[in-house]
Nanobody, 123 residues
Framework: QVQLVESGGGSVQVGGSLRLSCAAS????????MGWFRQAPGKEREGVAV???????KYADSVKGRFTVSKDNANNTLYLQMNSLGPEDTAMYYC?????????????????WGQGTQVTVSS
């Protein structure tokens, strides 16, 4: 089993930036594909960005050009650089690992989740 711990969330004004981190420990082979998801109140959890150990990335259309996902394979740490943030980006952000097949931006494709880190964007 892999353990995931997110950090870096906070409050920021519209147009600002944040960088999220997710440290993985334990069964690290299951971290070959990791992703960021988010869930706003009253909404379903949605895929934001994923990356695998070969560097393949996939982004939700809503964040393309603004968010960048990266991964330090040596330290098993996942990052999400978020720029040009807007109120629509306000959500709890979760790190995911344990990809078990299916669409890479599908929450159901991942077996392991972190506790989440809150991102709030205000005007």
């Amino acid at each position: 089993q892999v353990q995931l711990v997110e950090s870096g969330g906070g409050s920021v004004q519209v147009g600002g930036s944040l960088r999220l981190s997710c440290a993985a420990s334990g069964n690290t082979p299951s971290t070959f594909c990791m992703g960021w998801f988010r869930q706003a109140p009253g909404k379903e959890r949605e895929g934001v960005a994923v990356i695998d150990s070969d560097g393949f990335t996939k982004y939700a259309d809503s964040v393309k050009g603004r968010f960048t996902v990266s991964k330090d394979n040596a330290n098993n740490t996942l990052y999400l650089q978020m720029n040009s943030l807007g109120p629509e980006d306000t959500a709890m952000y979760y790190c995911a690992a344990g990809f078990r097949g299916g669409g890479r931006l599908w929450a159901s494709a991942y077996s392991t989740w972190g506790q989440g880190t809150q991102v709030t964007v205000s005007s």
